[in-house]
């Protein structure tokens, strides 16, 4: 065995093996692959999988992620074995509530580019014979949908990657990782050591266990998932072939079927969840039995499937079960995979928690991080860094991926909050919040008030408020109308505790933003910049609010862990900067409205004058006895201040700011009539109307660049970016149809054909409208440009309006 190597895999499941093969294809050579077992039926969850490969998906990403996988599985082959079948897949619908989600899922597929078809009963059961029609209300199906063989995948890459001269070896079990001075160095093997300053572990679910090895927390819990395979039916007497029936999802009852040879297999995500820690799964597996990765099957957690599979195919009465398992995979506590570089010891990466069907994707997105570093598809939802310390708890992770593994095939609402651990996070102004009836729902752990029943009696005599359709009404109240507009008229309290805030101090400071954004930071202490991170292609990795409050000491406003993950890995070596996540110390209330300044002034011997306090400025100021941090900006669009103190003076400042408001006729203000009025003012929102897929200009942020400032990372890209020309653009539009709120995420067409997506949608309270902004090829972008958004299945005129839509001129703000 090689003493040195370029980069060592640990794991050829299908992750490691596709991570090997698309470096090498990005011109790697010295790749080193270990795997504890032998190659490549190594015991992993790969060597087990039925390998359906269901594409839609709520994530852009993810389905990108499938799209590419699929592709690469149907042109892979080992000995001419083909290692995918397009086959299709149907989802079908046994309740109302399913069969108006196929049609959102319908939708979703349009929103990214795979063509689907909402199906009849009837024309589900020409596609799988020995369906009950009778049982269904209509499917959802996708031709491109198929199955996958991992294991043969695995090889195939490994004889593609073994080509270009990387090195694959079973039987080699992992034991230690050398780490020094913070960098790999070495990793150790129970076949001897191998020298590598890059170490990327795919090991599935053994992952934490191989983390530990580092010092790395991996948040995945292995779960058993019940599969069986059947008996042969005589209905498919003689059939060899290995799928020609389209893959079956049934979701109401959470499970899958699929078609091999001349019988099916079933599995099962109805049972209860079954954790396993990582480091009680085998590692000895040296292929003379049952794979590590499949437990002893528990029949009396299957029989519900089996009773429901009989229903569902009625042939499948005749037949008994065979092969049951309850097989190994990881889960985590969002569900999303987890990818990225240690904080622990550099040069130490994951690729965790990864689907089959996605597996291919995430070894090019991976070697294009390593080669580039940049992946070429927004991977926010995947990164291992998007997790505040309470979620790397082991009992968070428990708790939250056994619920991960109840939701697999579930209707989640887009705002619906997590169940449990709850309440985790408050701000000091909850138990305030709390007599005011407020109507909670979780973001990042927080309680956020999404409307206060205690405004309910602002409603009278607004009679005009429109109702939402179901899914759009779910977690809204009406109220939220009435609070947009006590905020547009008089003055109302947002609590913003919940969003991301850090200090960067220390006489470095200043560079080190400087080449981290694309704005002019270097201005006097007092002023407040909103500008932008990119990465090295010029995508925009966040935009944040950067106050400076002294000459070395800045506060910024942030989109959540992983902005200080960014920032952390581009301190300087020589410790002159410091960068501290101060969320959990500080608590936010936002104070807007045309009577903030003289509500705000009541309080304060400071001058919160325009002329002393200008607009998008900061400073320290007491409201009574309570030292504030002031920043005059508002995200709704309205004159004000984003009020900061230490969370012990929290519930004061409430109190302070409540009682002195009285006059002024103040009220809190829920999240709800927030997003509304932030839309309204066009105010994007990261991860939502941009990710790094965009630049910029793209996105409308073209003001927050200051490409004269000197080098900031992305500079050079940013550049041939504005020269190459916008790939696509967000727009403001708005619905024909006022009673009609869009929630994200629905596509849109011109001429009959999908050309982009809704982004942030919601009801504009002030203007009387539906907002919806959208990404849309450029030549559909110009304003009064027509186009339709489909919404369940339906097809509504909206037109391209001319933003802001709220205040252009900025004169609330600037008051
Ligand atoms: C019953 C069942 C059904 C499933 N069905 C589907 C499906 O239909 N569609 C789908 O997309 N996904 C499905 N999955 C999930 C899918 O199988 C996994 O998500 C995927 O195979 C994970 O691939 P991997 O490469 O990350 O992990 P693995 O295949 O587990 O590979 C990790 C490798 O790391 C090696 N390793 C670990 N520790 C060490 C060490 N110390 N030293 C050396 N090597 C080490 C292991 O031996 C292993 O081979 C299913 C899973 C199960 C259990």
């Known amino acids: 065995m090689e003493t040195s190597a370029g980069v060592v895999i640990i794991g050829a ?9 698309h470096l090498t294809r990005m011109g790697w050579r010295d790749v080193v692959v270990l795997d504890q077992g032998p190659l490549f039926e ?69 929103s990214w580019g795979l063509e689907s078809h909402l199906i009849s009963p009837e024309e589900c059961a020409e596609k799988i014979p020995l369906l009950d029609k009778t049982k269904i209300l209509g499917g959802f199906f996708v031709p491109s949908d198929g199955i996958a063989k991992g294991v043969r995948a695995c090889e195939a890459m490994g004889r593609l990657a073994s080509e270009r001269g990387a090195k694959f070896h079973g039987e080699t079990e992992v034991t230690g990782i050398e780490v020094k001075d913070g960098r790999v160095r070495a990793v150790e093997t129970d076949k001897g050591r191998i020298e590598a300053e890059l170490v990327i572990s795919c090991a599935g679910m053994w992952g934490p266990y191989i983390g530990r090895m580092v010092g790395m927390t991996v948040p995945l819990m292995p779960m058993q998932h019940q599969f069986a395979w059947t008996t042969p039916l005589a209905d498919l007497a003689g059939e060899t072939r290995e799928v020609m029936q389209p893959m079956l999802r049934h979701q109401d009852f959470s499970m899958y079927i699929r078609q091999r040879e001349d ?38 957690d299957f029989e519900p499937t089996w009773q429901e599979a009989r ?61 580039d570093g940049v992946p070429s598809i927004d991977i926010a939802g995947a990164d291992v860094h998007r997790f505040d310390p309470y979620a790397r708890s082991s009992a968070y992770i428990l708790a939250r991926s056994s619920q991960s593994f109840r939701e697999v095939y579930d209707i989640i609402h887009p705002q619906q909050p997590m169940e449990d651990p709850r309440p985790l996070r408050t701000s000091p102004f909850y138990a305030r919040q709390k007599e005011l009836g407020a109507y909670f729902l979780e973001a990042s752990g927080w309680e956020r008030p999404q409307w206060f029943e205690a405004n309910q009696r602002l409603l009278d ?60 930071l270097d201005r006097p202490p007092g002023k407040v910049t909103y500008t932008l991170m990119l990465d090295d292609a010029a995508g925009v990795k966040s935009d944040i609010t950067v106050a400076r409050l002294e000459d070395e000491r800045f506060q910024l406003g942030l989109n959540g862990p992983r902005d200080i993950e960014w920032m952390e890995r581009h301190l300087p070596a020589d410790g002159s900067v410091q960068v501290q996540d101060i969320t959990p110390g500080t608590c ?24 002393t306090f200008g607009f998008f400025n900061a400073r320290y100021a007491y409201l009574r006895e309570v030292p504030v941090t002031a ?83 992305g500079r050079d890209a940013l550049a041939k970016r504005k020269e190459a020309g916008p790939r696509r653009r967000l727009v403001c539009t708005l619905l024909d149809d006022p009673n009609l709120v869009v929630m994200g995420y629905e596509p849109v067409f011109v001429d009959g054909r999908a050309v982009g997506y809704v982004t942030s949608a919601d009801f504009g309270y002030t203007l009387g409208r539906s907002i919806a902004y959208a990404w849309v090829p450029p030549e559909y972008a110009g304003v009064g440009r027509r186009l339709e958004i489909q919404y369940f299945g339906e097809r509504h005129q909206a037109t391209v309006s001319e933003e802001p839509l709220f205040d252009p001129a900025m004169k609330r703000m600037r008051a």
């Open 588 to 611: 936010c209330v936002g104070v807007w409205g045309p009577s903030a300044r003289d509500m705000v002034q009541s309080l304060s011997e400071d001058d919160f004058s325009n002329e």
């Open 631 to 713: 920043l005059r900006l508002s995200y709704v669009g309205e004159l004000g201040w984003e009020i900061y103190t230490s969370s012990d003076l929290g519930s004061r400042l409430w109190d302070l700011l409540w009682e002195g408001g009285q006059p002024y006729g103040v009220v809190a203000g829920g999240r709800a009539a927030f997003n509304s009025m932030r839309i309204e003012k066009g105010y994007r929102s990261w991860g939502t109307d941009m990710t790094t897929e965009h630049d910029p200009y793209e996105a409308g942020l073209g003001f927050a660049v200051k490409a004269d400032k000197g080098d900031f990372i």
């Open 461 to 520: 005599g607004q009679d005009d408020v429109l109702g939402r359709g179901e899914w759009a009404g779910r977690y809204w109240s009406e109220i939220a109308a009435a609070e947009a507009r006590a905020t547009r008229e008089n003055v109302a309290l947002y609590d913003m505790t919940s969003l991301k805030r850090a200090e960067v101090t220390g006489p470095g400071s200043l560079d080190f933003l400087q080449r981290l954004t694309t704005g002019q």
């Open 42 to 110: 190594a015991g992993g969850s790969t060597s087990h999988a039925p390998g359906l490969m269901f594409q839609t998906n709520p994530s852009k990403a993810m389905t990108d992620l499938a799209k590419y996988s699929v592709g690469r599985y149907m042109e892979l082959e080992v000995d001419g074995q083909p290692c995918g079948y397009q086959v299709g897949g149907i989802e079908v619908a046994e309740t109302p509530e399913r069969l108006t989600d196929l049609k959102r899922r319908h939708g979703l597929a349009a």
């Open 263 to 300: 019988y099916y297999g079933i599995g099962a995500y109805r049972h209860r969840p079954m954790p396993i820690s990582a480091d009680d799964i085998r590692r000895d597996y040296r292929g003379e039995g049952e794979f590590p990765s499949v437990l002893e099957f528990t029949p009396e």
């Open 311 to 371: 229903k569902m195919l009625p042939a499948l009465r005749n037949v008994e079960i065979d092969r049951p398992m309850n097989g190994l995979f990881s889960f985590t506590p969002d569900g999303g995979s987890l990818l990225g570089e240690s904080r622990e010891a550099k040069g130490f990466w994951v690729a965790e928690a990864v689907w089959i069907t996605h597996a291919i994707g995430v070894g090019k997105v991976m070697a294009e991080w390593l080669t």
């Open 13 to 21: 499941g299908i992750v490691g093996c596709s991570v090997a093969e």
